[in-house]
């Protein structure tokens, strides 16, 4: 399983920026897709996630301002994210989870000035 993330940016606070992670390889393995971010000096932790029928899960700190989305028919998972917060400053690293696997891409960074 190969994770291709596109996007990130830098963007001022309050804008938007559009994540994008294409899957390809062995797939059908695959039930939650999400994206996690690392600040620096900080640890990995989740920002969204989505189940393959749809369920998601957000991190407190951007609910109410991220969307993730899933198409399965393209095997890519989004993550719109809106007012954006000089705190979202990360590296974002999309994720894969099958069984028992986790998958990876590279992380994209994202960068918001004040």
């Known amino acids: 399983v190969q994770l291709q993330a596109y996007g990130g940016g830098l963007v001022q606070a309050g804008g938007s920026l559009r994540l994008s992670c294409a899957v390809s390889?062995?797939?059908?393995?695959?039930?939650?897709m999400g994206w996690y971010r690392q600040a620096p000096g900080e640890q990995r932790e989740l920002v969204a996630a989505?189940?393959?029928?749809?369920?998601?899960n957000y991190a407190d700190s951007v609910k109410d301002r991220f969307a993730i989305s899933r198409d399965n028919a393209k095997n890519t998972v989004y993550l719109q994210m809106n007012r954006l917060k000089p705190e979202d400053t990360a590296v974002y690293y999309c994720?894969?989870?099958?069984?028992?696997?986790?998958?990876w891409g590279k992380g994209t960074q994202v960068t918001v000035s004040s």
């Open positions: 390889g062995n797939k059908f393995s695959i039930n939650v």
């Open positions: 989505v189940t393959s029928d749809g369920t998601t």
């Open positions: 994720n894969a989870q099958g069984s028992p696997l986790w998958y």
